[in-house]
C-alpha cells in the first residue's frame, strides 16, 4: 500500500520566516499526492495536489510543494510565514483503488510565533 | 454552493449504546468516503461509496460498524455498541467521480464515548 511519512510533528516558525513541512511517500507506482490543512474544529482543506503534471506545484494562501521522485518527497514550502498559517497540516496519498481513497500522514503542527 | 455537512457535530455516548453519524455530500458528487481520525493522528480511511454502492469497507474497525447511502446521497455511518476506543472525530468527504478527484471534507462529528 502507498503510504506518505511526515517528519516532525510540530514545527515552530516566527512571523515572516519560510515554512517547510517534510513529506516522504512510499509507492510502487506514480503516486497522486496532497497537502491538506485543519483548522481547530474545522474540516480538512485543500491546499494542493500533484496528478504528474508540473513537478513544482502551487496552491492555496501563498503554499507551494515540489515533487521530487529522486528523493521520495513532496515537501510544502512557504516563504514567509502568516499567524493564520498556525494549524494542522497533513501530507496525503492516494490509492488508486477505492476510489482514490487517501492515506494520511500522522500531521505537522505548524506554530508561528510573533 | 454548499460544502460537506455532517450531524451531529458533538456526541457523547455511553459505552454500549447505538450512535447514527450523518453525511450530506456536496449535490452530485458521487463518491462519499468516510475516515475516522483519532486525537493527534491523521485521518484513516473507513470505507467509500460510488452512488450506493459501497465499493470498499475495508477499513471498518469491527462489524459492529456499519455505513449505507441507500439512494446515493445522505449517507449513514453507524456504530453498534460502542466502546471507548471508538472515540474520535468521523469525517465524511465527497468528490466527483474519476480520479483523484479533490476530496471536500465535512466538519467532522466529534463522539465521545463514556
Known amino acids: 500500500a502507498q503510504s506518505v511519512t511526515q517528519l516532525g510533528s510540530h514545527v515552530s516558525v516566527s512571523e515572516g520566516a519560510l515554512v517547510l513541512l517534510r513529506c516522504n511517500y512510499s509507492s510502487s507506482v506514480p503516486p497522486y499526492l496532497f497537502w491538506y490543512v485543519q483548522y481547530p474544529n474545522q474540516g480538512l482543506q485543500l491546499l494542493l495536489k500533484y496528478t504528474s503534471a508540473a513537478t513544482l506545484v502551487k496552491g492555496i494562501n501563498g503554499f507551494e510543494a515540489e515533487f521530487k521522485k529522486s528523493e521520495t518527497s513532496f515537501h510544502l514550502t512557504k516563504p514567509s510565514a502568516h499567524m493564520s498559517d498556525a494549524a494542522e497540516y497533513f501530507c496525503a496519498v492516494s490509492e488508486t483503488g477505492s476510489g482514490y481513497a487517501l492515506n494520511f500522514g500522522k500531521g505537522t503542527s505548524l506554530l508561528v510565533t510573533p | 454552493g454548499a460544502g460537506v455537512s455532517q450531524s451531529p457535530r458533538y456526541k457523547v455516548a455511553k459505552r454500549g449504546q447505538d450512535v447514527a453519524l450523518r453525511c450530506d455530500p456536496i449535490s452530485g458528487h458521487v463518491s462519499l468516503f468516510w475516515y475516522q481520525q483519532a486525537l493527534g493522528q491523521g485521518p484513516e480511511f473507513l470505507t467509500y461509496f460510488q452512488n450506493e454502492a459501497q465499493l470498499d469497507k475495508s477499513g471498518l474497525p469491527s462489524d459492529r460498524f456499519f455505513a449505507e447511502r441507500p439512494e446515493g446521497s445522505v449517507s449513514t455511518l453507524k456504530i453498534q455498541r460502542t466502546q471507548q476506543e471508538d472515540s474520535a472525530v468521523y469525517l465524511c468527504?465527497?468528490?466527483?467521480?474519476?480520479?483523484?478527484?479533490?476530496?471536500?471534507f465535512g466538519p467532522g462529528t466529534r463522539l465521545t464515548v463514556l
Open positions: 468527504a465527497s468528490s466527483s467521480p474519476g480520479g483523484p478527484g479533490t476530496q471536500y
